[in-house]
């Protein structure tokens, strides 16, 4: 039924304006919605500037980090300069310090276990991408990235029980055998060496590189296998011209992601490669890298130089970390930047 106000235009209004009712429409809440806009954009500045405080909160903490390396490297660098990365003498006892048996020692472990991992990696992202049967593909993938989850001091326990007994009763042997005419594979089989650290590095950046590689595979627009196939392809020249060609970027990118980590790994390498500054060109022999020599000599260090010195040596591992990371990821962005509307056509 019709409100009897409605029929009578000349009746007054029952109640002020400010009351929030108007003549003909109802209650209106004109100042709760006011307070509601007033509330909301209160909470929007609120939600921008913790936005913003997390922002520079990180960016914060890197600067924070480069600020404090390059002040505690200063004497180090002062005594030094730019031949302490050429000189291969460590003696604290004498002051007399030099980087290039760690710079090498890092550069080889981590090299030696790319050589190792990179094959495995593809292997097992093509696998899971293109052969492996849809129920296990899940599985198998989870299984793979658990080897990321394992702390780095149980690789390294598993490497002193297990993988330095095989390599020093049965591999080292069978290579000195083989291939000990190259000079690499020469010298006592005691298992502690770079060799050890190559491999247990390798089974650590695995993971790295098979999840981003599978990840890239994933987003290559599945008209390119299809067109491979339709010209006549078998499944190993599409895979190889379909898919692993337009993704090699991305592949790239995740082996330098890998690298970085195999870079600044320290415990696992830290057991198992003997921890002696020398250049030696034999794998079997002892090693140092820029993480293992902190890890171990840290806490140790009472000279204002010999703790310069080590410093120093975080500074250009941190340096070398970051650049190695910010190429990867430009690496992996050029390959998968509007790929993800294709691969939903």
């Known amino acids: 039924m019709a409100d009897p106000a409605l029929q009578r235009p000349d009746m007054p ?12 429409a109802g209650p209106v809440a004109v100042p709760a919605l006011v307070s509601l806009r007033g509330s909301g954009e209160t909470s929007d500045r609120i939600f921008k500037l913790a936005m913003v405080l997390c922002g520079a909160a990180v960016l914060g903490t890197l ?90 001091v149980v690789y390294g326990l598993w490497a002193i029980f ?34 050890a650290a190559g491999i247990i ?11 981003i590689t599978r990840e890239v595979l994933m987003v290559v627009p599945r008209h390119q296998r299809e067109a491979a196939l339709a010209l006549g392809a078998t499944r190993w020249e599409m895979i190889r011209v379909g898919v692993l060609r ?13 690298l970085g980590r195999a870079l600044g790994e320290t415990m696992a390498v830290t057991m198992v490669i003997g921890n002696r500054p020398e250049i030696a060109k034999s794998l079997f022999a002892p090693g140092y890298t820029m993480a293992s020599v902190l890890a171990n000599e840290f806490t140790e260090a009472t000279g204002d ?35 993800a509307v294709g691969t939903h056509a």
């Open 13 to 24: 209004f029952s109640q002020p304006a400010e009351s929030g009712t108007v003549s003909g």
């Open 201 to 211: 590095l390798a089974i650590m950046i695995i993971p790295i590189i098979s999840s």
């Open 305 to 339: 130089v010999y703790l310069s010195a080590l410093i120093e040596i975080g500074l250009a591992l941190f340096i070398v970390t970051i650049i190695v990371n910010a190429l990867a990821r430009l690496l992996v962005w050029s390959v998968t930047r509007g790929q």
């Open 162 to 195: 297990v993988l330095v007994p095989i390599l020093s009763n049965y591999v080292e042997p069978f290579l000195a055998k083989v291939l000990g005419w190259t000079g690499f594979f020469d010298g006592p089989p005691y298992g502690i060496s770079m060799l």
């Open 246 to 258: 337009n993704a090699r970027a991305g592949i790239v990118g995740g082996i330098i992601l890998g």
């Open 63 to 152: 600067l924070l980090i480069v600020y404090e390396l390059v002040l505690r490297s200063g004497p180090s660098w002062h005594a030094f300069g730019f031949k302490f990365f050429g000189a291969s003498e460590w003696d604290p006892v004498n002051e007399k310090f030099g980087a290039l048996p760690f710079i090498y020692g890092t550069l080889v472990s981590s090299l030696l276990a790319l050589l190792i991992a990179v094959p495995l990696s593809i292997g097992v992202a093509v696998f899971t991408t293109e052969m492996c049967p849809i129920p296990l593909r899940g599985s198998l993938s989870f299984f793979v990235e658990l080897l990321a989850a394992i702390p780095s």
